[in-house]
């Protein structure tokens, strides 16, 4: 049984990654079903529809964005009547299933679930209620778009923070996106024994670049073969730090007149970056293309010569929430379209880029040494030629889905070979 909170239609990191597994998954077992957060807007709904109904397994979309014990109660009435040897559950929230159940349990953990715990309403009484499809109905938008005020995280923080802090100490066995995430669950008290790190994945064979695709994506995007193109791809939020990255940019202009940045993504930050843009005389040199839907994305990495994301640590909540990159997919997905990177060494991407190896790290909140770094890259071709090179294997070796996805496989025999043993 696979507990996948976000999944496609709705794109995202989680969402792709919750599409391989079950895919891969659903090819391994027996039998697999998903359970997931139900939708309420028409139009989603259809798409979602349309998604499950070529799937070739069950998708349950029942769950609630806000009633947590609701939730819990609709997950333990699903175990017993589809009897699963295992669950996966792609947060830690859902670790307290294995008490309840005593089912070998494998919980992924992105890091965000450990610092900044959206536990929606974490209290058992009137969970029902506030789980129920007419209240998420009546804050639809609210909801679905993330689109919540910080005092709302203040009212429940303490309340979601001991629930994601138990659910976490079961006795689960918890694969982390990167070495960052291991170490936030080891700062709540997960023995390290219990935790597992794979980082990616990507279908490498979709990035791939093929001959004349640059000269194909350039045109189909408007793109000159004379420009020198930056992209980055990324929600439009404090702490992707594309404020940073426009400082940056306007600091490598005069060297580099033909420059041209691409912002891939959406947020609510989009009418302020672009409004820096302005003021910064950048308007004709970025172009923000708003949200792209994921299978579209290769094309803009094959016209761009290269790829950047200047995450920092932003704070939430009247500063009582972190929020930082705890890995990076774009990252992954850089090396595999062959494009050379330049990144910020902010919470995971440490995990992904080895600096000077598949990809240049420098501190983050520093445009300066992001623009110098930039100009590295772009001034030596030798240099450029390595990083792609050696972002190609790794991605190859590591973050394809054909490395990552037996890894997730593998922890879920060992979780059903450790139950085995403890029963005998």
């Not at 490395?403 to 139950?419: G, T």
Request: with cysteine; glycine share 8%.
């Amino acid at each position: 049984m696979l507990v996948l909170t976000e999944f496609p239609p709705a794109v995202g990191g989680m969402q792709t990654h919750a599409r391989h597994l079950a895919a891969h998954l659903s090819r391994r077992a027996d039998a697999v079903e998903v359970l997931t957060y139900r939708i309420t807007d028409p139009q989603l709904a259809a798409q979602a529809h349309a998604f499950d109904s070529q799937c070739g397994y069950p998708v349950h979309r029942v769950l609630s964005r806000l009633g947590y014990w609701h939730n819990m109660a609709l997950l333990l009435e699903r175990v017993r009547r589809f009897r699963p040897d295992a669950i996966y559950a792609s947060t830690v929230f859902y670790g307290l299933l294995r008490t309840r159940t005593d089912l070998p349990l494998v919980c992924r953990s992105v890091g965000n679930d450990v610092l900044r715990p959206w536990l929606g309403y974490p209290y058992r009484a009137f969970s029902r209620l506030v789980g129920s499809r007419a209240v998420q109905h009546g804050l639809r938008w609210w909801l679905e778009h993330a689109h919540h005020p910080d005092w709302v995280d203040r009212l429940f923080r303490r309340a979601r923070e001991q629930l994601m802090r138990d659910a976490a100490a079961s006795q689960c066995r918890i694969l982390a996106n990167s070495d960052f995430t291991a170490q936030l669950l080891q700062g709540i008290g997960v023995a390290r024994s219990r935790i597992d790190v794979a980082a990616g994945g990507v279908d490498c064979a979709r990035f791939e670049q093929a001959a004349g695709a640059r000269q194909l994506a350039r045109h189909k995007l408007g793109l000159r073969e004379d420009d020198v193109v930056l992209l980055t791809v990324c929600r439009l939020v404090a702490k992707k730090g594309v404020e940073i990255l426009l400082k940056a940019l306007a600091l490598l202009r005069p060297e580099f007149p033909a420059l041209k940045l691409v912002v891939v993504g959406d947020g609510r930050k989009r009418k302020a970056y672009m409004a820096r843009a302005l003021s910064l005389g950048l308007a004709d040199v970025v172009r923000f293309a708003g949200r792209v839907p994921h299978e579209d994305i290769p094309p803009f990495f094959w016209a761009s010569d290269l790829f950047v994301l200047a995450s920092y640590e932003s704070l939430h909540a009247g500063g009582a929430a972190r929020d930082v990159e705890t890995m990076g997919r774009v990252l992954c997905e850089a090396n595999a379209a062959g494009l050379p990177l330049v990144a910020t060494a902010s919470g995971g991407t440490p995990s992904v880029v080895r600096s000077g190896e598949n990809g240049l790290l420098v501190a983050p909140g520093d445009p300066r040494a992001l623009a110098d770094a930039m100009a590295r890259v772009l001034r030596d071709p030798q240099l450029a030629a390595q990083l792609r090179a050696a972002g190609l294997e790794r991605a190859r070796s590591e973050f394809d889905w054909s490395a990552v996805l037996p890894r997730h496989e593998m922890a879920i025999a060992r979780a059903i070979a450790d139950k085995s043993v403890q029963a005998a």
